[in-house]
């Protein structure tokens, strides 16, 4: 409203100054209402604070959102408690998934990770006519994913032919005399070394350091490839019976490989002396045993850099309520051995295979369209056994994969032959080769 200009005159002011004054009215009314505003939010934070020190609760619900609750967690199986589930089930002479299986009253499903095609391929392809025992175990070797297990044991309480240590390892331990060789000797596939006698003996005689006339000089790869006992032998003592103990167990033996179904680990061998060391070395004795899974876990070392994986056989296990309570998957064990022995041992596992005592199965000859483009290496152990020498323990250990490393397998076959000699161990392995590169 217009002030009338009397009034102004009236109180002795200019037009300016009245105007200047009813600003600062007007500033000094917002000064007021500020320090009203904030003091009076002030005042009622500290009554919240006091009240609620002292469980005056009423203010509370008006503050805090209400928790919402959560849903109770899934109850996860260990890999203990699968194995139990899996306790009794014979998933080594069987193409289906595993049935429905209880546990402290509640139920499971079961999802395995057999390859049930090929699963089925290997079945048909037993041969036990002439076997006292059969085991063939294949794997992705970056992985340890079990494709395919299938065995035959005459004896029906024996167990699991796959995953018992039934057998003794023979020469398929040279795979760890040599992995040792490389990583604490520094030895590679080209280093020389000599032997006297015949190549698979081992008289306290030949682990003597002579180089006379009759003396062989050879270098590592060849001894490995036709299985040369006294180098190993003598390599073994070499080492020593620590480093050989400590290579064993990094590769597996004594150890829980993890696989979700009933185990043994491998057994090794006591190297008490410089002899027996040597027996232990050259896998000339049957107190090393060995399975057909460590087998082709082993393989699996060999190629993947030295890292060897813990073999899985279930993908999942679901309860009743359709969820999902365990998962298998990758869990490396450890460092087997280094990169640089993991592809000297694979360079000889190949000559093993085409050019040495794995030639029967694997050299160019016998390879036909299947298998040309395929690259395969192995190790082969013999040994009969020690009561009646009515078995033979004829065992192929190996890999395959093709020339652009894009697909790869590692497996491991053992047959106990009786009286005749049937279907042999390399035969088993160039069945899975040529189907599953198919």
């Avoid at 009253?105 to 025992?133: C, I, N, V, W």
């Amino acid at each position: 409203m217009a002030v009338e200009k009397p009034e102004i005159e009236a109180k002795g002011m200019s037009w300016r100054e009245y105007q200047e004054t009813l600003k600062r009215k007007r500033e000094a009314r917002k000064r007021s209402w500020f320090v009203f505003k904030w003091a009076s939010m002030f005042v009622l934070a500290l009554v919240l604070a006091i009240g609620i020190a002292f469980g005056v609760t009423e203010f509370y619900p008006r503050f805090v959102t209400e928790k919402k609750e959560q849903a109770p967690a899934i109850e996860m199986l260990s890999k203990a408690q699968i194995r139990d589930l899996m306790h009794g089930q014979r998933l080594w002479d069987v193409a289906e998934e595993p049935p429905q299986v209880a546990l402290e009253g509640k139920t499971y499903e079961l999802t395995s990770t057999l390859d049930l095609e090929f699963q089925r391929h290997m079945l048909a392809e037993l041969k036990p006519e002439y076997a006292r025992a059969i085991a063939f175990v294949a794997m992705e070797p970056q992985t340890g994913k079990v494709l395919t297990m299938v065995g035959y044991h005459k004896d029906p309480k024996a167990g699991n032919p796959c995953t018992q240590v039934l057998f003794p390892a023979a020469s398929v331990y040279k795979m760890v005399t040599a992995a040792a060789a490389m990583d604490d000797k520094n030895f590679t596939p080209q280093t020389p070394v000599r032997y006297n006698g015949k190549k698979h003996t081992l008289y306290k005689s030949q682990l003597k350091d002579v180089d006379n006339k009759y003396t062989r000089h050879i270098d590592l790869e060849e001894a490995f490839s036709d299985s040369i006992n006294p180098v190993f032998g003598k390599i073994g003592v070499l080492l020593g019976p620590e480093a050989l103990t400590a290579k064993s167990k990094a590769m597996g033996f004594e150890q829980d490989l993890g696989v979700e179904c009933d185990f043994n680990p491998s057994q090794l061998g006591k190297p008490e002396d410089k002899y027996r060391t040597a027996e232990i070395a050259s896998g000339f004795n049957r107190e090393t045993l060995i399975s057909a899974m460590h087998g082709a876990a082993m393989a699996s070392a060999v190629l993947n850099n030295g890292v060897m994986p813990q073999p899985y056989i279930i993908a999942s296990a679901e309860n009743q309520e359709n969820q999902v309570v365990y998962e298998g998957g990758l869990t490396p064990m450890g460092q087997a051995m280094s990169e640089t022995s993991s592809l000297g041992l694979q360079k000889m596992m190949v000559d093993a295979a085409c050019h040495g005592t794995g030639r029967g199965c694997f050299s160019r000859r016998q390879r036909g369209k299947a298998l040309r483009e395929i690259v395969v290496g192995g190790k082969t152990g013999s040994i009969n056994n020690d009561t009646d020498y009515d078995i033979r323990y004829d065992w192929f250990v190996g890999f395959a994969h093709d020339k652009e490393n894009k697909k790869q397998l590692a497996f491991a076959a053992i047959v106990a032959h009786e009286d005749y000699i049937g279907k042999k161990a390399g035969d088993y392995c160039k069945d899975a080769i040529e189907y599953y590169f198919d």
